[in-house]
């Protein structure tokens, strides 16, 4: 059985449309998950704050 590992990138602007997306993602991937990275990013654009919440998830794709 050969094991294929592969990540997938999610990044969005508000936190609820990350955890949607991810959650959204874990459904097709079922029990394949091996880790989640969770990062937020702040960044000043003239007087505004800009957020990035991210998150890369590795799994195992037993598809390939």
């Known amino acids: 059985m050969v094991i294929t590992l592969k990540v997938k990138v999610f990044d969005e602007m508000h936190e609820k449309d990350l955890e949607n997306s991810v959650n959204d993602f874990l459904v097709t991937v079922g029990d394949g998950v091996i880790d989640i990275?969770?990062?937020?990013?702040?960044?000043?654009?003239?007087?505004?704050?800009?957020?990035?919440?991210s998150a890369m998830i590795i799994y195992n794709d037993s598809d390939s």
């Open 37 to 53: 990275k969770y990062q937020v990013a702040i960044s000043m654009f003239a007087e505004e704050q800009i957020y990035c919440f």
